[in-house]
């Protein structure tokens, strides 16, 4: 394929995987099947199309973009039907199991944020069973994914994944190893505090009690704001409003079957960017919505005169920074002030930078453990070590039956916190041009227009429209962390 076919193909693809993510999440669809998708696109399946992209890819930044979502696509569609077995069956047994004893008829999700915690410890066992079974068919979609990787030419999983970000991995795994010895006393002493608050030794802090803490503890979010109201206003006072911004398709309300939380999910980009938000009433949800109503604004404004490559193959490194960006308001005193004025917004600002703290050491964490995953030795023998890894990383036990379900692909973990990092600086750029108060600021929505306009394929064109010099530099976002939590040292 030459590469305008291989764009057009790649966009037909893109569009058609948005369409069914949007409509499972929209509550239109029962299921999530992506087998079917891949399937009806089997010319991109073909191993030959591969090798001459590579090649390509050495001089050309389309090709290098077409070749890391070609290459994504593969071993995406190899894995599919196993992927759509495993989410199908979770989805199924653990509602059905749970629906007799409780009579919730929604997501693990929703339970999960409604429930108390001794509920909250059973839908975790009932989870982890059923992982358990199907242990061997994650295996057996890794094992597929392996193949394809080796049959198209590639040494190993982190060297494809060098290959494919443009991103020296190695050193940039290197800063965040780090990133968790340095703010590792801190976390666990801050951490520790909020545990016992909720009722939880951090010695026996499992992964269900961090979801408590942040979703249940933390909330009912009384005093704060509606969390998609709260996002719309932002958006509007900086000049973006959502109904304003062509191709931002909003799915706002509450639905039965919907699923919970909030979403952004591209589809034919740009005619159509999907933003569905399920309201809740929680401290994480004014978070994620925050994130999600800026990553899609900012994929939907993305210019329709951008090459496909630019604008409608969204980097994972540059989504993530997008979403923290906006997902960082909720740390802002200024911005707490102004939309929520009957909480104390220091306590709740220390609040959002220890959560932002676990987000970072839990890509970190699942970054060193993808590292050691595809590595030398058997499958088999990675599920022990990765509760160390992850024990680690987040202070709380997480299960081994989670090793191959909770352990995003294509070293995505490395690449999502590298966006974080590149966010760090974004915010400093928009703090120092246009005050701490940037988000009421017209100009600052004029600012953040001429960076979406340098596309997503890559953090160095974010980089270069916003006068960053190093995007993956990972010491201001540690700085922007101690501002706000404290230095981190020995003694934490």
């Known amino acids: 394929m030459e590469l305008t076919e291989l764009s057009e193909a790649l966009q037909g693809l893109a569009a058609d995987l948005g369409a069914a993510r949007a409509a499972y999440l929209a509550g239109r669809a029962e299921t999530l099947r992506l087998g079917p998708v891949y399937g009806a696109h089997g010319a991109l399946m073909r191993a030959e199309l591969v090798g001459p992209l590579r090649e390509a890819a050495a001089d050309a930044p389309e090709a290098r973009a077409l070749l890391d979502a070609l290459v994504r696509a593969q071993l995406a569609g190899a894995q599919a039907p ?57 295996a057996e979609a890794e094992q597929r994914a392996h193949t394809v990787m080796v049959d198209r030419g590639f040494a190993g999983h982190l060297a494809m994944c060098t290959e494919l970000s443009g991103v020296d991995l190695t050193a940039f795994l290197t800063d965040a190893d780090g990133l968790l010895e340095d703010s590792g006393p801190r976390y666990r002493k801050l951490l520790g505090e909020a545990l016992r608050e909720a009722g939880v030794h951090p010695d026996d802090a499992r992964y269900h009690d961090l979801l408590y803490l942040f979703a249940g503890t933390f909330g009912p979010a009384r005093g704060l704001p509606e969390p998609a109201e709260a996002a719309g206003a932002t958006l509007e006072a900086l000049g973006l409003a959502p109904a304003d911004t ?64 630019r ?8 989504a993530a920074c997008w979403e923290a960006v906006f997902a960082s308001l909720a740390g802002s005193p200024e911005w707490l002030r102004a939309h929520a004025p009957k909480v104390d917004a220091g306590p709740q600002a220390r609040r959002f930078h220890l959560w932002w703290l676990y987000r970072v050491r839990l890509l970190a964490g699942l970054a060193r453990f993808a590292r050691f995953l595809h590595g030398p030795g058997e ?106 939590l404290g230095e981190f040292t020995d003694e934490g």
Request: include cysteine; hydrophobic fraction near 50%; glycine fraction near 8%.
């Open 379 to 484: 499958l088999a023998d990675k599920a022990d070590p990765f509760e160390h890894y992850l024990h680690e990383a987040v202070g709380a036990r997480i299960e081994r039956d989670n090793f191959l379900f909770l352990t995003p692909p294509f070293m995505d973990a490395a690449l999502a916190l590298k966006g974080h990092c590149l966010a760090a600086q974004v915010l400093a750029v928009l703090e120092g041009r246009f005050g701490p108060a940037w988000f009421g600021a017209p100009e600052a929505g004029a600012f953040l227009t001429g960076c979406w306009a340098a596309g997503w394929d890559g953090l160095a064109s974010v980089a270069a429209a916003c006068d960053i010099d190093e995007p993956g530099d990972i010491w201001p976002l540690t700085e922007r962390l101690e501002g706000v």
């Open 82 to 138: 196993v992927r759509d077995k495993v989410a199908y069956t979770l989805d199924k047994e653990i509602i059905r199991s749970l629906e007799d004893k409780w009579f919730f008829a929604d997501s693990e999700r929703r339970i999960g944020i409604e429930a108390n915690r001794k509920q909250r410890k059973l839908v975790d066992q009932s989870r982890r069973r059923v992982l358990a079974r199907l242990e061997v068919d994650l």
């Open 246 to 309: 062509p191709g931002l398709l909003a799915d706002l309300g509450h639905r039965e079957g919907k699923r919970p939380g909030a979403h952004w999910v591209a589809e034919r980009v740009p005619e159509g960017v999907h933003l569905i938000v399920h309201p809740e009433a929680t401290w994480v949800a004014l978070v994620e919505a925050l994130a999600a109503f800026g990553a899609a604004t900012a994929l939907a404004r993305t210019p329709a005169s951008l090459p496909f490559f």
């Open 311 to 318: 604008r409608g193959l969204p980097d994972v490194a540059v």
